[in-house]
């Protein structure tokens, strides 16, 4: 356990380290929190990490005490890019509603002149042509993802019912994280206070709500695509922000909890060590971009993150951990989520505690289509259609043979009087099939 420990230490404290002090330069250098069009929580934000920074490079806050901030302080970052991802689901169901009318609208595109029995065929060798289950799953997500809705709310909420049972006998958090995607994907988890976090944003999905599917020229057309873009880039660009800003936490996190008990390289640590400092000097007396004359630093970091990114993915660490109140082992298993891919990973202690029944999934399941009830009924039909491929994408598979998938596909398409629709279905399944490798026979 100790020498496990202490190798794992080791190697991710060179790893939060060097990662720490580049990005951290790329961060100032590259997109600044403050200054024109970076007001307000950004501006506190930097204020605010560069402030926890300090205090690791002068040891001037009790480690216990900067966990804590540190732990609050990922939960803040956490819980901004839920209100991101909750805008960016919302600016979606609408981006998916009107890239329907596209061929309604835009002159010059290639037709789709295919025969549907023939393409289904396609389709579905182009499923087998894989023997990953997991490969395979993916695809059939894609599938129904851009396939034409045409059923009524009974038939999609006995769809969702019906794959929502796959957790009958699992661990209660994998429902829970299912339930989370289908509210975001169906615009439940935009409440009011987080649309007023972002006027403008708001502003911009409220026009969307307003503009009419019946009767639109191309004018509105035109106009609806250009909010959809505004708005993509705006979010793109938030979503880079706090993601930096996370991995940067994390890594700090990190080097608290590792910094006694790991082998640190004397050299890489003055390289790191001379830029952070550098950084949070410049910060002080008031520079907004990177200092220069760290190019020597940031050379000799040059490849460090990645050994250790490769010497980490060969650790073993399935060791069994002491007890909860077992201070190596908490620390660990703290290590071993910031490292992970999640970079918003929950840090709390979970006990797992029995598993999902099916009174569970009822419940739940009951819960999510009364919130979405009124929804669906208070939007135009392209855009609760919208909601209804984005939720069924979000799912596990709910076909239980290939027979029900391609039955699916056909009745999809069979049901879809709208030639422009149907026309922008085929296109973008040929280019999934077409992306992927895949040969129309």
């Known amino acids: 356990m100790a020498y496990n420990w202490r190798k794992q230490a080791s190697v991710s404290y060179g790893y939060a380290l060097s990662r720490l002090a580049l990005n951290a330069y790329m961060f100032l250098e590259q997109m600044p929190l403050s200054g024109e069009g970076r007001q307000g929580w950004r501006q506190e934000t930097e204020k605010h990490f560069m402030g926890l920074l300090g205090a690791f490079l002068e040891e001037s806050q009790p480690e216990e005490e900067a966990e804590k901030e540190l732990g609050l302080f990922r939960q803040q970052l956490g819980k901004r890019m839920e209100t991101v991802v909750a805008f960016t689901d919302a600016f979606q169901v609408y981006e998916y509603a009107w890239n329907r009318l596209e061929r309604r609208f835009v002159q010059g595109l290639p037709p789709m002149e295919v025969n549907e029995d023939e393409f289904v065929g396609n389709l579905m060798r182009y499923l087998s042509s894989t023997k990953e ?108 922000c706090i993601l930096a800003v996370q991995e940067m936490a994390n890594d700090l996190y990190i080097l608290y909890l590792t910094k006694g008990s790991a082998l640190q390289d004397a050299a890489e640590k003055g390289h790191a060590y001379k830029i952070l400092g550098s950084l949070w000097h410049h910060y002080q007396n008031g520079g907004r971009q990177a200092p220069q004359g ?148």
Not at 165 to 188: F, K, Q
Not at 396 to 404: G, L, N, T
Request: hydrophobic share 35%.
């Open 133 to 240: 289950p997991a490969i395979q799953n993916q695809r059939i997500q894609q599938i129904v993802r851009q396939l034409p809705v045409r059923f009524t709310r009974r038939k999609f909420y006995s769809l969702v019912h019906e794959a929502l049972t796959s957790y009958i006998g699992s661990d209660p958090a994998g429902l829970e994280e299912v339930m989370y995607l289908l509210r975001s994907g169906c615009m439940l988890e935009l409440s009011r206070e987080r649309r007023e976090s972002y006027p403008d944003l708001d502003g911009l999905l409220r026009e969307l709500e307003s503009l009419p599917f019946k009767g639109a020229e191309k004018g509105l057309y035109q106009g609806a695509q250009e909010k959809i873009g505004q708005a993509g880039a705006f979010l793109a660009d938030e979503s880079e």
């Open 294 to 441: 760290l190019e020597k630093e940031l050379e000799g970091l040059e490849g460090v993150q990645e050994k250790y990114d490769e010497e980490y993915q060969r650790l073993d660490l399935s060791w069994e951990y002491q007890p909860l109140d077992h201070q190596t082992a908490r620390r660990a298993r703290l290590v071993e989520r910031l490292m992970s891919t999640s970079d918003f990973a929950s840090l709390e202690e979970r006990q797992v505690l029995g598993s999902a029944s099916r009174e569970d999934v009822d419940k739940a399941s009951d819960r999510f289509f009364s919130q979405l009830e009124p929804v669906l009924a208070s939007v135009q039909k392209p855009v609760a259609r919208a909601i209804m491929a984005m939720a069924l994408s979000s799912l596990p598979v709910f076909f239980h043979s290939p027979k029900e998938i391609q039955g699916y596909i056909k009745d999809s398409l069979g049901c879809c009087s709208d030639p422009a629709e149907k026309e922008t279905c085929l296109e973008l399944l040929h280019q999934m099939m077409e992306s992927d490798g895949y040969e129309l026979v």
